[in-house]
């Protein structure tokens, strides 16, 4: 089968091989993956991942093989991926916090094999390649009503940015939003803002091609960040004096994490969504947040798959949610190259890679 090899240099391969799914393990015939930064930083090392790895971890497809135990899903069952291979027993997954499960962060799975030798499975899904086979908690059984293109963008940066809003910060009705970065999961931040009924939702980027599409998703007002000086000043001038209740920093640089933590009023929270190179050291004044200031990491939205996931069709099926939209442009397999290049260049909202 066809896959996108990582091993210092970037293969498109044909000759990947997957072993049949294993007691509790599901195999899926991927049809659609989304392209992450989060792939592109294992290229340029801002992730470290061992190699030869398949790529890929936003991904939507249909059960083709169920392990002798599964119970959750079928063949034939259309299915989003999620990377949270967490183990569904211990006192986190019990307590409704799959994100907070040991066994959930770390794995390196090598499902698939090249000339019989193993090859990582990146995120514990590896969905750039047309089969896979993961944990059965990690296949989300889904409404075949919708397309699978759009269906896998919620696998990583709509559960990472809807569920950073709605589980982690819990933004409440009235309250102000400001979000930095104006990809795909700063994009599914304003979705959910917006769907939180926030009464102000600020949008920051250093592109202005993204001003269009932030304010079909939601934004109130948009900043191009290449045109001011001082960015705190730039939003507190837009009527929000005090600063924000809520700034998602979705770039992963450690100036904006320090902007959005200047931004807050009183009681404000400053989510950090964008992953910075492993190692990274940001700053703050302290005595700045002795008035009930919070700052909040958030690994993958805090999400409940199971959960989150759902409810996100559902409010797509009901026009709510805007998935299609998303989807900038749908690439082949071999154009893996061109996907990247289109991202570098800031042309994407979120590009898709086809399988089938």
Not at 96 to 111: D, E, N, V, Y
Not at 218 to 224: H, K, R, V, Y
Not at 271 to 281: D, F, H, Q, R, S
Request: proline share 4%; aromatic share 6%; charged share 20%.
């Amino acid at each position: 089968m066809r896959g996108i090899l990582w091993d210092g240099e970037l293969h498109v391969r044909d000759d990947v091989e997957i072993g049949q799914p294993g007691p509790r393990e599901v195999g899926v015939r991927i049809h659609h993956a989304g392209l992450c930064h989060s792939d592109i930083s294992v290229l340029n090392g801002t992730i470290p991942f061992p190699t030869p790895v398949i790529l890929g971890h936003e991904g939507a497809g249909i059960v083709e093989a169920v392990g002798s135990a599964v119970s959750k899903v079928k063949v034939g069952d259309h299915v989003v991926l999620t990377t949270l291979g967490n183990c569904g027993q211990c006192d986190a997954c019990d307590r409704g916090l799959p994100t907070h499960c040991r066994g959930s962060f770390g794995a390196l799975t090598q499902r698939f094999t090249i000339d019989g030798a193993p090859v990582y499975q990146f995120a514990n899904a590896g969905v750039f390649a047309e089969h896979t086979v993961v944990h059965e908690h990690q296949a989300i059984v889904i409404d075949d009503r919708v397309p699978l293109s759009s269906a896998c963008l919620i696998g990583c940066a709509v559960v990472t940015g809807a569920g950073a809003v709605l589980n982690r910060a819990r933004v409440q009705i009235g309250e102000t939003v400001v979000v930095i970065g104006a990809g795909g999961i700063g994009q599914s931040v304003i979705q959910a803002a917006r769907l939180s009924n926030a009464s102000r939702i600020v949008v920051v980027d250093a592109n202005p091609a993204k001003q269009a599409v932030a304010e079909q998703f939601g934004a109130t007002d948009f900043i191009n960040a290449r045109e001011v000086d001082d960015l705190v000043a730039a939003v507190k001038d837009l009527g929000l004096p005090n600063g924000v209740d809520h700034a998602f920093e979705c770039v992963g640089h450690p100036d904006l994490i320090r902007n959005s933590i200047d931004l807050l009023d009183w009681g404000g929270t400053c989510t950090m969504l964008g992953v910075p190179k492993l190692g990274t050291e940001a700053t703050f004044v302290v005595n700045t947040l002795y008035n009930d200031k919070s700052i909040f990491g958030c690994r993958y939205g805090s999400t409940r798959p199971h959960h989150d996931i759902p409810m996100i069709i559902q409010l797509y099926l009901e026009g709510k949610f805007q998935l299609d939209e998303m989807v900038s442009r749908r690439y082949d397999l071999a154009d893996i190259g061109t996907a990247i290049a289109d991202l570098d260049a800031g042309e994407l909202n979120r590009g898709v890679l086809d399988l089938v």
